[in-house]
C-alpha cells in the first residue's frame, strides 16, 4: 500500500470514529455543551448534594427550594439549618452546573442579618430570588413559628454564588399580631405587564398578593387570592408560587401538615385564573377563596409529604422543584424536580 493510500485510509477511520463519538454523545450527553444535551423531562434524577442531615457530620438542609439561574449556572436558595437564636442558620444555596437534575454542590449560608434576630428565629425561612436587570432580590422570612408575628425581608447581589456578596436591605413585608389578618411569611415575586408583585402567606387568613415598587416597597391594595378557612380548622394552606402560561396565570400552593418528618401529609395543589390578582379556581370551578384547589402531588413511595414548591420555565419546559420526606432514610429532607406536562390546560407532575 502506497503512503498516498495509507494516509487516505486512516482519515477515513479517523472521520468514522469521530462520527460514531458524535452520535454517542448527542444520545448520552458526554462531552457536549450542556445547550446542547436534552433537557430532562418526567421525575428527574437528582444527584449530588440534594439533601443530608448526619448529626455532628452533615447538615445541608432542603426544605422550602428555590430555583432560578445564573447563565448556564443553576441555583436553588432554601430554609436554613436550624441552629440557635443567638446563631441562627442562614438561607441555604447550592448551585448545579449541568442541569437541574444536578449534579447539585452545596456552597452554604448567607449571612445572617442582625435585624432578624429581634424575631428570635433559629434559622430564617422560605426563599425566593428573582432577577432584575443585573442584580438578583433574595427574599426570606424571619417568624415566630406558629404566629403571625413574621417579617418578610430581601438582600441583593450580582454574584450569587458569593455567600457574603449579598447585601441586605431590611424589612419589606411585616405582619403583627392582631394589626393585620395575614402572615408575612412564603414570599414569591414575579414581573408581569412592567409591574413587580409580591405573592406571600400561611394559614391565619391564607394566601395574598401586593404590588412592590422598587422591589422593596409594597404599595396599594392587599388581594386575598386563596384560602382553606372554610374547609379545614387551621387554614393550611401556605407556600405560593404564580407563573404565567398562555393567558392564564396559575396559583400553586402546599396543603396541610409540614415540618413533621415521615408524619407530614404536605401536599401541592394549584388554580388558575385570567388576571393576576384572581379570582382562581379549581379544575372544577371552585374558587380558591372557597378551599378549591386541584391536587397535583401527594405523597409516593419513599417521597412523603412532597411541597415548598417553585416553579422554573428552562430550555422549553415547565419545572417543579419541591421537597419531600425520604421514606427510606428516616424522614431526612431532600429536594426532587419534574417536568410538567398539560392537558386542556392544567398541568399533572409524574410520579
Known amino acids: 500500500m502506497t503512503l498516498k493510500k495509507r494516509w487516505r485510509r486512516g482519515w477515513v477511520i479517523a472521520a468514522l470514529g469521530l462520527a460514531a463519538f458524535f452520535v454517542f454523545a448527542v444520545g448520552?450527553?458526554?462531552?457536549?455543551?450542556?445547550?446542547?444535551?436534552?433537557?430532562?423531562?418526567?421525575?428527574?434524577?437528582?444527584?449530588?448534594?440534594?439533601?443530608d442531615y448526619v448529626p455532628g457530620e452533615i447538615d445541608d438542609p432542603v426544605h422550602d427550594p428555590s430555583i432560578f439561574k445564573d447563565g448556564d449556572t443553576y441555583y436553588v436558595v432554601s430554609t436554613g439549618a436550624l441552629k440557635t437564636t443567638d446563631d441562627p442558620g442562614g438561607i441555604f444555596i447550592r448551585k448545579s452546573e449541568g442541569t437541574i437534575g444536578?449534579?447539585?454542590?452545596?456552597?452554604?449560608?448567607?449571612?445572617?442579618?442582625?435585624?432578624?434576630?429581634?424575631?428570635?428565629?433559629?434559622?430564617?425561612?422560605?426563599?425566593?430570588?428573582?432577577?432584575?436587570?443585573?442584580?438578583?432580590?433574595?427574599?426570606?422570612?424571619?417568624?415566630i413559628f406558629g404566629t403571625n408575628n413574621s417579617a418578610i425581608g430581601a438582600a441583593t447581589t450580582k454574584t450569587p454564588g458569593d455567600v457574603n456578596s449579598w447585601k441586605d436591605l431590611g424589612p419589606v413585608l411585616t405582619s403583627d399580631p392582631g394589626e393585620v389578618n395575614y402572615n408575612a411569611i412564603d414570599p414569591m415575586v414575579l414581573e408581569d405587564n412592567g409591574k413587580w408583585w409580591m405573592v406571600f402567606g400561611s394559614h391565619f387568613s391564607g394566601i395574598h398578593m401586593q404590588e412592590l415598587k422598587n422591589m422593596t416597597e409594597p404599595v396599594g391594595p392587599v388581594y386575598s387570592i386563596a384560602s382553606r378557612a372554610q374547609t379545614t380548622e387551621h387554614n393550611s394552606i401556605e407556600g405560593p408560587t404564580v407563573f404565567k402560561k398562555g393567558k392564564y396565570y396559575y396559583l400553586v400552593t402546599s396543603w396541610d401538615r409540614c415540618?413533621?418528618?415521615?408524619?407530614?401529609?404536605?401536599?401541592?395543589?394549584?388554580?388558575?385564573?385570567?388576571?393576576?390578582?384572581?379570582?382562581?379556581?379549581?379544575?372544577?370551578?371552585?374558587p380558591l377563596l372557597e378551599g378549591g384547589g386541584t391536587v397535583i402531588l401527594t405523597s409516593e413511595g419513599n417521597q412523603v409529604g412532597p411541597g415548598g414548591q417553585d416553579y422554573i420555565h428552562d430550555r422549553g419546559r415547565d419545572y417543579l422543584l419541591y421537597h419531600y420526606y425520604d421514606g427510606d432514610a428516616d424522614g431526612i429532607i431532600r429536594m426532587q424536580g419534574s417536568s410538567l406536562t398539560w392537558k386542556d390546560g392544567w398541568p399533572t407532575v409524574p410520579q
Open 28 to 51: 448520552n450527553g458526554v462531552g457536549l455543551a450542556k445547550s446542547d444535551a436534552s433537557p430532562p423531562e418526567g421525575k428527574i434524577e437528582m444527584t449530588g448534594d440534594i439533601g
Open 102 to 143: 444536578g449534579e447539585w454542590e452545596a456552597i452554604g449560608e448567607i449571612p445572617v442579618p442582625e435585624w432578624t434576630k429581634a424575631y428570635n428565629v433559629a434559622h430564617l425561612w422560605a426563599p425566593h430570588v428573582v432577577k432584575k436587570g443585573d442584580t438578583f432580590y433574595l427574599y426570606y422570612v424571619a417568624s
Open 259 to 286: 415540618c413533621e418528618g415521615l408524619d407530614s401529609t404536605y401536599k401541592i395543589a394549584i388554580g388558575r385564573s385570567e388576571s393576576i390578582t384572581g379570582p382562581y379556581v379549581d379544575k372544577e370551578g371552585v
